[in-house]
């Protein structure tokens, strides 16, 4: 079947270290993208990409890195820059609009980051 | 660029009651529309979209959606309230020739019996 992975589901990371957060795709799909959520914030984009090897910051991005080396992969790095990390994040795909009939983003389940 | 609100962060609703929430987007391009919802430590699953065509547009579980231009809404009604309705829901924008994805903050609903 044709999805989004994220893993771990859940991960714990001790303050000062960076931890890496895994989002693999098999639809496809040009466009990936990491949203950061908070209770009561909805979802804010923190990085996107739309092409291999190219991505673009979304509204919170200090903190954190990506890497587009693959089509099918887009892992996002929590760094130790980040100072409040504990959040649900979550990953998504989506064709590029023009293209195809499905223009709606499919996420993953998710990656709980606690630090502790 | 885009925009969403969605006002009001929490909406209890009796089982068998009409459930209403509201989406007013802002976009300088025609609009992809969208209405998520998102069940406790899980991913978000589409309800619904609109991208052309019919205005009023019919999702999973008996959602529903419509389009309005002049008023810059994309409100989801359910008829009828069930327990298995209670989840959060986000409303998304996406522009046409953008692949930026903007969400409202959701709206939590919980259904009372």
């Known amino acids: 079947d044709g999805g989004i992975t994220q893993s771990p589901k859940y991960l714990f990371r001790k303050e000062g270290q960076n931890v890496t957060l895994s989002c693999e795709q098999n639809l496809n799909h040009d466009a990936m993208y990491w949203y950061r959520q908070d209770p009561g914030q909805g979802l804010r984009l923190i990085y996107y990409s739309q092409i291999v090897n190219d991505f673009q910051k979304g509204d919170i991005a200090e903190g954190y890195s990506v890497s587009r080396e693959k089509k099918e992969s887009f892992p996002l790095t929590v760094t130790s820059a980040q100072k409040n990390p504990t959040a649900f994040y979550l990953c998504?795909?989506?064709?590029?609009?023009?293209?195809?009939?499905?223009?709606?983003?499919?996420f993953g389940q998710g990656t709980r980051l606690t630090v502790v | 660029a885009q925009s969403v609100t969605q006002l009001g962060s929490h909406l209890s609703v009796s089982e068998g009651a009409l459930v209403l929430l509201r989406c007013n987007y802002s976009?300088?391009?025609?609009?992809?529309l969208f209405w998520y919802v998102q069940y406790p430590n899980q991913g978000l699953q589409l309800l619904l979209k609109?991208?052309?065509?019919?205005?009023l547009v019919k999702g999973i579980n008996g959602f529903e959606a419509e389009f309005k231009k002049s008023e810059t809404s994309f409100h989801l009604t359910k008829p009828s309230a069930h327990m298995s309705d209670a989840a959060e829901y986000f409303c998304?924008?996406?522009?046409?020739?953008?692949?930026?994805?903007?969400f409202g903050k959701g709206n939590q609903v919980v259904v009372i019996p």
């Open positions: 976009s300088s391009v025609p609009p992809y």
């Open positions: 998504a795909s989506s064709t590029l609009t023009g293209q195809g009939k499905d223009t709606e983003a499919f």
């Open positions: 998304a924008v996406r522009g046409y020739g953008n692949n930026r994805l903007a």
């Open positions: 609109y991208t052309t065509g019919a205005t």
